[in-house]
Each structure stands twice: as C-alpha cells, then as structure tokens.
C-alpha cells in the first residue's frame, strides 16, 4: 500500500500548493522562522566581540542610554504594529474594490498571490520579534550590536513602508491589473500549448472515441477540476497497456457521479482510487493548467466596465488590449493536444484542451454584446480582429473574419446616425484617440 498511497497523495499535494502560494500568513511565518535563527545569530555575535575586547555592554558607541535605547526600541515596535495594521487594513480595502470594480476572481489570482506584499508583512514581523526580544532582555546594560541592528531594521522598515504606499497605488491600477493576468495567461499558454502552429492536418483531427471498457465516476464532493496529472496517468496506462480518456476538461464543475474517466484495453483494470487521486477539485478555478481562466478574467474585467453601474470602456479598452496578445500567442501556437503518448509512440492519454474557436468566442462574444453601443470598443475590437488577421497564418481567419461580420452588424444595429456608424468601423488601437485616417480592411 506504500506506493498507492504516495500516488493517491498527488492531488492533496496540488492542493496543498496551491492553497500555500495564495495564502498571505506562509511568508511571515517564515520570517518568525528566520527571526528565531538571527537572534540567537546576533547575539552570538555580540557576546562574541565583547570577549575579544572589540565592544563594551557598558558603554554604546551609539551613544544611547538604556532609558534611550528602550525609547527607540518602543518606537519600532509602534510604528511596526502600525505598518502591520495598516497594510492588512488596506490589503482588506484593495480586496473590495477589487471585487466590487475588477472582478473577484482577480483576488485569488493576483492580490493574495503577490510576493512582493507578502514578503513586506514578513519584514514587519521579523522587525517586530525582534526589538521586542531585545527590548524584554534589556536590564542595566545595553547590548550595542542587538540595538545596533535593531535600529537598521527599524530604518529600513519605515523605508520599506513608504516604498508599500507607492507599490499599493500603481498594483491597484486597472492597466497594471489587467496586465499581471494577461502575462500570467500567457505563461499557462506556452506551457500548456509546447509547439508551434501549423496547418491543420490528419494529425490534427478529432480522435474517434472507442467505446469505453469501463467507466470511472467521480466520488466524494462535486468541485471544479483544477489540474491533472498528467504524467501520472500516462504511466498508468502505460503499465496497464491501455489508455485512459479523460472526460472533463480543466475548468469544468464536475458533480457527484459524472464520468470522470473513460477506460480502454488494458487500463479497465486501474484502481479507481489511483485515478481519482491524478485529480485535483477545488471551489474555484486556478491559472496553472487552465489556459482559458485568465481570458475569463479579462473579460469579466471588461463587460463590467461596461455596465451601466460602472461606464469606464477605457478600462474595457486595456481588457482588451491583453485579450490581443493572448490571442495573438493562442494563434501562433499548435491547440491539438487532446492526445498524450508514450515514448513508444502508443496512445496513452486522451486529453480535451480548447481550441481556437473557443478562445475567440471566450475574448469576443460578450464583450461585443455588452459594448456594442461603445465606439471606443467597436474601433479596438476591429483593430485587434484586423491585426490578427494580418498576423496569424491563414488556417486561423475563418473565425476572426466571422467575428468581424457579427462586428459590423453590431455596429449597424446600436448606431442610428451614418456618421456614427463610420465612425465606429475604424480600427483604432487606443479605442478613440487615435488612427483617425485608417481605413476599414476590404
């Protein structure tokens, strides 16, 4: 049983990973962590240098007296617990607005995952541990190296503050938002997608699905699948001399008793529990292996700009401005991966991911539908269609021009006037602003 259980640990520890790496307090426990090595470090150090006759605890060559040095001491440990309180109250603030303007997907993906805040939180909190350490040993003498060092971490903390004030500002800018998704986006991309594209051929049709020896359902809680491993499943149909269909597709909710697995050949003979546990649910869908979330945020960041409760299309504008090179990237590479292989070059894996219909559908649909009325989103969804157009290899227009046939009836349909109608064929880049002379492709 020591290896199923090792097998069936996979998607508790995807889990675990990704609870880990979304989480604020794993950072600052690490810095108690570290603060419990340093201290002890420091004072070694101190007591150290006052054998080899280099230092006096009697006399402080930082010219502090011990009611001084625990005036200073008390000061950093104020204005610490201050930063602490004013950086989780803000983080808690950033996290409604977020949610309120943006999306609240963007929380989870983006505000809880930055390292740079985290690591901030872990600085006030090693600061913090430890001039109340060196405060509480304080009796009659002062130990110059622990003041000393007390001192630079209370500077550089009051400095790191003021640096968290200007980093808070720009983070919760919607460009530098929307732009963090779309380059996480397009990392999940190349990773999920390795090769280039090319022409559609034999290689690339849909595989004829046999039937099924066997059918495995999911068990336990209904949940969205999160991630697979792949690797895993390969080499279990590989040893079973078979190959395994999977039936849903990352992103997917998949409730109590759906098929989960589709069993062929040897592989009728897997465990379910082995196979259950190649796959990780969660509540909420994750970027890793799930290429088409971080388009599923762009553009619930765009139509709720365009909602009447909020009328900003200049933040929809942005929305869109990654959704380009998202596409871009999705157009450029090679989407028909739904087969996974051995070395021996035998199907092992079958494995649904989107295509490229679905990613332009997913970036258009409903942006064009709940801004059809903008010109600003008229014009950058043209100029997006049109530069991919011009672009992307041939075997990718069909849709793109589709889409820029739905864009012109669009158009025709939310504008009375001519001129406006005009108007807002033009692919502009900037939305309104800019390209004014260009002309509508033929």
Known sequence: MGW???????NRRYVRRSYVSGSMWVVP?????????????????????????????????LGLSVSGARSQLELFITLNISF??????????????????????????????????????????????????VLTRMEDTVKQLDVFVAGLLGIFSVMVFLFLIDYAAR????????????????????????????????????????VPGRIVEHQGSSGVVLAVDLPGLVTLAREANGYIEFV?????????????????????????????????????????????????????????????AINDPTTAVMAIDQLHRMLRVVGLRHLHNDVLRDETSNLRLIFLTPKWEDYVHLACTEIRHCGGGSVQVMRRMRSMLEHLLQSLPEHRHAELRRQLDLLDRTVEENFAFPEDRALARIPDPQGLGGALGLQPLK
Do not use: C
């Open 29 to 61: 426990l690490f810095a108690l962590l570290l603060y419990a090595v340093f201290h002890r470090a420091v004072n070694a150090l101190g007591n150290w240098l006052v054998e080899e006759g280099w230092a006096s605890e009697s006399v402080s060559f």
């Open 248 to 308: 849903p597709q990352v992103g997917d909710f998949l409730a109590v008793d759906e098929p989960m697995f589709r069993l062929h050949g040897g592989a009728v003979a897997i465990d379910d529990r082995r196979l259950r546990a190649s796959v990780a649910l969660g509540s909420e869908r994750t970027l890793e292996q799930d290429p088409t979330f971080a388009l599923r945020i762009l553009v619930d960041i765009a139509i709720k700009a365009l909602s009447a």
């Open 4 to 10: 199923l259980s090792q097998v069936m640990q996979w």
């Open 84 to 133: 602490i309180v004013f950086t989780f109250g803000s983080l808690l603030v950033a996290i409604q607005v977020a949610g309120g303007q943006y999306t609240p997907r963007i929380i989870a993906t983006t505000l809880l995952r930055d390292n740079v805040i985290r690591s901030i939180v872990g600085l006030f909190l090693f600061t913090l541990a430890f001039a109340i350490r």
């Open 171 to 210: 983070l919760l800018r919607p460009v530098s938002l929307v732009q963090r998704v779309g380059e996480t986006g397009i990392r999940v991309i190349q990773s999920v997608y390795k090769g280039p594209t090319r022409d559609p051929g034999p290689s690339e049709q849909p595989v004829q699905h046999a």
